[in-house]
């Protein structure tokens, strides 16, 4: 006889750990990346973890005092000190015999590519020994959408109004971080959590600044449907917006997913409420320079180590 | 041993004997002999201490409370912007129960720059939340920041050391430097009764309603007040140990006096001098020099000051649109205490010497008039 229900047993492979670090009762919009973000960067990197989180949707998520959502402890730390309060956080703990517990620095793109800016390019720098990790929602969404330098160019906000939507282009973080020389930089994506998760635990092994920037999106914030915030992930990807790569020592760039066929921008961005305003002539010049951005990194690729 | 020191390394030294863990600090004149002579203490292993040079005041101050946050005694120094552009911090400070000890030596603020000595750098963050010692040698720097980690680890309360720029920063005294094993025996280690680690996972300082906010902050101030005694009580059993005595606030003179001079800092020697010129011409003066700021010690204020028949307060430093500071503080402390008449003087901002003549000005106008003839008294300013 044959045992079908075994069979269906060992077809099922599980490429995450099974552990969760996250629970329900946290305070998250519904189809939240941010939320994602946490629950997968916890699962590489366990329970002996110390977080530092600086006004961000996060401040909120967790659970009002005295509740946590989270497992591993928490320092909720002043807006711009996310990097230097992680990095003061492990000498601490150094010094108290601790040598073990990862701290993470976890902050939106607000506290990182804006605010933060100082006292993470000071760690990095200095080469402190943490992990910096940006949720990505690409403007202040815990403060209600206000536009930050992570906000993409086109993109409505509550000050860039559709009149005046934002016409600058998104600050490259990740070539900033990647010029201090730090050891690990990397891009990461909510929907490809086995990439994200890879990541992680890469950066867990490695001593210095290790920078994660990922890609959170934010259905409240970009005007897009909760049960589309897996394919936003995606199509970001696919459109090579938001390309996954890896920087080393600031010099060896590798990219992880290069699309067989690259999506147009269009598909991306008619998804989201944020864009809707914009006309034909409008998405072609986001095209344009995510064509060349995207040049851009094929050639640093191609000439690592750089 | 004794040892001739300049103020500044008189921090260093205090700072090394309290054995502190995680040192953060950025440069600004006047403070930079402190953490020079840190770092130097950290590169050759005399201090057993992670030494973190940030690039900015703000950042200092945000890693000496992660570091803190852990269980680490951490120690930074400023001045002035620095001190300014930590402010945030130092309410994170006292509002996270984070006993941070912080050398701040007075300096004026710009505009336009000034390196010289002014108090409205640290008495603009006088209600952060943080015990404020204002020094007026350098042994009582160096004793100041041993007996702060003391008190501020046992009130969870940050503590802030305050000395002039350059007249005590910058000046050369003999300094007493104890033996290690003696202050190990005065100050044990830091072990607070929270601290952040994987093992008991917390969240500090999160989301608090209206429900739970005024409670923390009615508790720091039922902890201040417990401040003031155990200030004295830890002076006394330092004296105990090594034989000075330190205290909230320094009397000279003021048994009998009838003019008693307030003072702060370093001007307090020099009230002493004027004190004893006046008193060989036969004029019973007094100094009352007040070492602690916050807690304000009230009951030694009254207790010494209503016995005067005439207070001056000597202010190096204004609340412009109200008067000096340490005036404001004294005479809310007099209030429905004393009737004595209290005069206020404004001198010596910006570094400008404050000398045996401008003692002799401020105690011939208390001496001649009744009741202060103006709100403000201004000593040396050219109007």
């Not at chain 1, 330098?149 to 906000?157: H, K, L, M, R």
């Not at chain 2, 941070?100 to 409205?120: C, E, F, H, K, Y």
Request: charged residues 25%.
């Amino acid at each position: 006889m044959n045992h079908p229900q075994k069979k269906k047993q060992n077809k099922m492979r599980l490429t995450l750990p099974l552990e969760e670090y996250m629970h329900s009762g946290h305070l998250a919009c519904q189809g939240c990346g941010a939320t994602l973000a946490m629950r997968y960067v916890l699962k590489a990197l366990g329970q002996r973890t110390a977080l530092c989180i600086p006004a961000c949707c996060w401040s909120v998520i967790d659970g009002p005092f005295p509740y946590s959502s989270l497992d591993v402890p928490i320092f909720h730390c002043a807006f711009e000190t996310a990097a230097i309060s992680a990095a003061g956080l492990k000498a601490g703990l150094e010094m108290v015999g601790d040598h073990e517990t990862q701290v993470v620095a976890w902050a939106g793109d607000g506290g990182t590519f804006d605010i933060g800016i100082q006292a993470l390019s000071g760690v990095a720098e200095r080469n402190d020994d943490i992990i910096y990790v940006c949720y990505d929602n690409e403007a202040y969404m815990n403060t209600g959408i206000q536009r930050s330098s992570a906000t993409p160019f086109g993109a409505w906000t509550t000050t860039t109004p559709v009149k005046h939507y934002k016409n600058r282009p998104k600050k490259d973080i990740d070539a900033i971080l990647a010029a201090h020389r730090i050891p690990y930089v990397a891009t990461a994506n909510i929907s490809y959590p086995e990439d994200l998760y890879r990541k992680v635990l890469k950066a867990k092994n490695i001593k210095g600044t290790r920078f994660i920037h990922i890609y959170a999106p934010c259905p409240s914030g970009w005007k897009t449907r909760p049960e589309d915030t897996i394919k936003l992930g995606k199509l970001a990807v696919q459109t090579c917006i938001f390309p996954l790569f890896e920087v080393e020592e600031g010099s060896t760039w590798k990219i992880n997913i290069k699309p067989r066929e690259k999506k147009p921008v269009e598909e991306y961005l008619m998804r989201q409420g944020r864009f809707r305003h914009l006309t034909a002539e409008a998405i072609a010049l986001i095209q344009e320079e995510v064509d060349r951005r995207w040049a851009r990194l094929l050639k640093y690729e191609e000439t690592s180590p750089l | 041993m004794r040892k001739v020191l300049m103020g500044n390394h008189a921090l260093s030294y205090g700072a090394m004997l309290s054995r502190v863990q995680v040192v953060a600090a950025y440069p600004i004149t006047p403070q930079t002999q402190v953490v020079e002579l840190l770092s130097e203490m950290c590169a050759e292993k005399i201090l057993d201490a992670q030494f973190i040079k940030v690039e900015s005041e703000h950042s200092a101050m945000a890693a000496c409370l992660g570091a803190s946050l852990a269980g680490a005694r951490t120690f930074t120094a400023t001045s002035a912007q620095g001190l300014a552009l930590m402010h945030e911090l130092l309410h994170w400070a006292s509002g996270g129960r984070l006993p941070v000890v912080l050398g701040n030596i007075n300096r004026a603020m710009a505009p336009g720059w000034s390196i010289w000595t002014d108090q409205n750098d640290s008495l603009s963050q006088r209600d952060t939340g943080w015990m404020q010692f204002y020094c007026g040698s350098n042994q009582e720097v160096l004793d100041s920041v041993i007996q702060a980690f003391k008190v501020a680890e046992k009130l969870h309360i940050p503590a802030m050391i305050i000395l002039d720029a350059f007249s005590l920063s910058h000046t050369y005294e003999i300094v007493d430097v104890p033996d290690q094993e003696k202050v190990d025996k005065f100050l044990p280690p830091f072990q607070p009764k929270f601290r952040l680690t994987p093992d008991e996972p917390h969240a500090f300082g999160g989301l608090t309603s209206p429900e739970h906010y005024f409670e923390l902050r009615y508790k720091l101030q039922k902890d201040m007040e417990k401040a003031p005694a155990l200030i004295e009580e830890t002076g006394q059993e330092f004296e105990e140990l090594f034989g000075r005595k330190l205290g909230l606030v320094d009397p000279y003179k003021c048994d009998d006096a009838e003019i008693i001079l307030v003072t702060s800092g370093t001007t307090g020697y020099t009230a002493r001098v004027a004190v004893d010129h006046f008193r060989e011409k036969g004029l019973k003066v007094g100094n009352l020099r007040i070492r602690v700021l916050r807690p304000f010690p009230f009951e030694k204020v009254q207790s010494i000051l209503s016995h005067a028949k005439k207070v001056a307060v000597i202010d190096r430093n204004i609340s412009y649109g109200h008067h000096g500071i340490f005036y404001q503080e004294v005479k809310s402390a007099l209030y429905g205490n004393s009737s004595v008449p209290v005069f206020g003087y404004i001198t010596g901002l910006g570094g400008r010497d404050i000398t045996l003549n401008t003692f002799q000005k401020i105690i011939e106008e208390t001496q001649r008039n009744e009741t202060p003839p103006e709100r403000i008294s201004w000593i040396g300013v050219k109007k």
